[in-house]
Structures are given as structure tokens and as C-alpha cells.
């Protein structure tokens, strides 16, 4: 039995690195890119089709996929007039890997669904290099019998797949990961760094910490860089800024206003716009060290 041909749009280095892994197991791929063509190279030298646009994506695809940095850009591939919407088919199936706003999310599939579509958010926990080998976290929500449809396909990319139920519960979920997160990531940056002021040996300070129930996996990601100037998280500050941002914008969606997120998004996007951006978020020692200061 042939395998249901994949339209894929987006083609950073997470989109890249599914898209060698679904070539690797077999699907044919349609991919659309942006300004940098060289994952669409990549995906052609390996056998796949460029599209023209989303509307030439989808009109070729049984299952289209987008893995894009923003709410912004997945509603122009989806809303623009070649886009996704246009060309939408009945009973097809369509797949924002991406973190976006879930009121967003609720829009897009309310719109699918007028051409008999239906729209999974499935937002991705882990790495390209996890990508690459079809071990990335998958946290899919919208209709059941659509994502039992594309289990398989989810499976080949996720180690663990997970169906979290209504359509919009994936972004939800991955905001609130990522708020929690990126707040612990702050918080730890600035604890070393008022440690070093104070004089306390950085792995004394994480030896304590870690004793008790602080410890956390982040944690340990914020101390290999702070320690042993090792980055095991390849998340840039920008990124980081975006998904507290969003998770902000979440809690205004839904009638709350956030009291905890508002350090970290001050932080982060102060970071973010003073240059600093495309450093990774284990780097936020050495910015906090740059930044604690009364002057600063």
C-alpha cells in the first residue's frame, strides 16, 4: 500500500529534520519553503517536490504539515489567497507542529472546517537531532478519528504521541510548559549570578538546590552551562520571549491576567531587544551577570 503523500511547509531546522525523517521512512513529501532554500535542496536531492505554494501544497497532499515560528506566519500560509484554505479538502487533514495562540488555533480549525478539514495542533517537545531520528515529544489535540488517522505518521516523528483532547489543548499545554519553563530558566540565571557577586561557588549553590525538591531538569540544563559552559538547550532567547509573550496573551484571551509571567517576559524580551536574541536560554547566566548590577 502506498503511503499518503505529505505536504510540508516550513522548512527551518526542526521542520528540515522531520522532513528527512518522513523521506527516510518512505512518504512522499511536498515541501514549501521560504527565503532559505536549503532544506528544500536537501528534501529535492532526496527525492521530494517543491511546491509553488500552499494552495499547490495542499492540492497535492493528503496530509498537510506546518512547522513555522509564529501565529502570524501559520495564518498566512493558511488564510493567504494561495493558501492552505483554498485549496482544502474534505476529510483532509491539517497540522500546526508549531507553538501558536490557541484562539488562533480555534479560528484556523473553525475555518477548515467550512471546507470539511479538520486542523490538529500538535505542538513538539525536544530537538531537531530528535527530529531526525522520529524521537520528538508530539502533544496533538483536535478531532479522535482524525489523529487515529495520522497516528502513523505521528508515530514515525514521536517517541511519545500523545492525543490531549479538544482542538487548541496542544498550544494550551505547550504555552504553559514553556511559561513555567522559561520562568525557571530566569530565575536560576539570576541565582548565579548574585552568587558569584555574593562569592558562593556556583555548584555549591546548585548542589543545595538540587537536594531538595528545586531540582528539576532545567535546572540541570541552566548549571552544565553555568558550570561547564555547556548548552544542552538549543533554545534562542528570541523563541523563549515569543512563547511567554504568547502564554501572556493566553491568559488575556481567557478573561485572567498572568501574575507570574511578567518577570520572565520583561527579562527576555529586554534581552531579546538589546541584541541578544539569537543567544541560547542557558546563556542567560551570562547576561544576568552583565545585568544585575544597579548601572546596568
Known sequence: MSKQAI?????????????????????????????DRTGMEEAIARGGQEAKSARDLTERADIVMLCVGTSDQVESRIFAEDGVLAAAKSGQVVIDFGTSLPASTLRIGEALAGKGAIYLDAPLGRTPAH???????????????????????????????FHLGKLGNGHTIKLINNFYAMTTVCAMSEAFALADTAGIDRDALYGVMAAGPN???????????AVEGRIDLAFSVANAAKDVGYYRQMAEDLGLTSRMSGA??????????????????????DWMVRHLGRNA
Not at 527551518?12 to 511536498?30: H, N, S
Not at 520572565?264 to 547566566?285: F, H, K, W
Request: aromatic residues 6%; hydrophobic residues 40%.
Open 215 to 225: 531540582h528539576s531538569g532545567m535546572m540541570d540544563f541552566i548549571r552544565n552551562y
Open 264 to 285: 520572565a517576559d520583561a527579562t527576555l524580551s529586554t534581552a531579546r531587544d538589546g541584541g541578544d536574541g539569537d543567544i541560547m536560554v542557558p546563556q542567560m547566566v
Open 7 to 35: 505536504g510540508f511547509i516550513g522548512l527551518g531546522l526542526m521542520g528540515r529534520a522531520m522532513v528527512d525523517c518522513l523521506q527516510g521512512a518512505g512518504y512522499p513529501v511536498i515541501v514549501l519553503g521560504n527565503r
Open 131 to 161: 527530529a531526525r531520528e522520529g524521537r520528538l515529544n508530539i502533544m496533538c489535540a483536535g478531532d479522535r478519528d482524525a489523529f487515529d488517522g495520522v497516528r502513523p505518521v505521528l508515530d514515525t516523528l514521536g517517541e511519545n504521541v
